[in-house]
């Protein structure tokens, strides 16, 4: 499975995806994870607002294939 996390710092998740510059891309396969890269995003709502919501955008960057 492929997750992404929102962090601050690459410790804690601790980011809103909303208001995240950045997301962490992890597989996990039964107990090992694996970072697999470190996706950076525009956000798009709060005080680090850049971009209006694009939907068709945050599929891509959630399915992996922006």
């Given amino acids: 499975m492929r997750i992404a996390v929102a962090t601050t710092d690459g410790q804690n998740v601790d980011e ?19 970072l697999k890269e470190t996706r950076s995003n525009a956000p798009w709502c709060g005080d680090n607002a850049e971009t209006q919501f694009d939907y068709v955008h945050y599929r891509r960057i959630a399915r992996g294939n922006d």
Wanted: aromatic content about 16%; charged content about 20%.
């Fill in 16 to 34: 809103h995806f909303g208001t995240a510059r950045s997301f962490q891309v992890y597989d996990i396969e039964g107990n090992t994870m694996e």
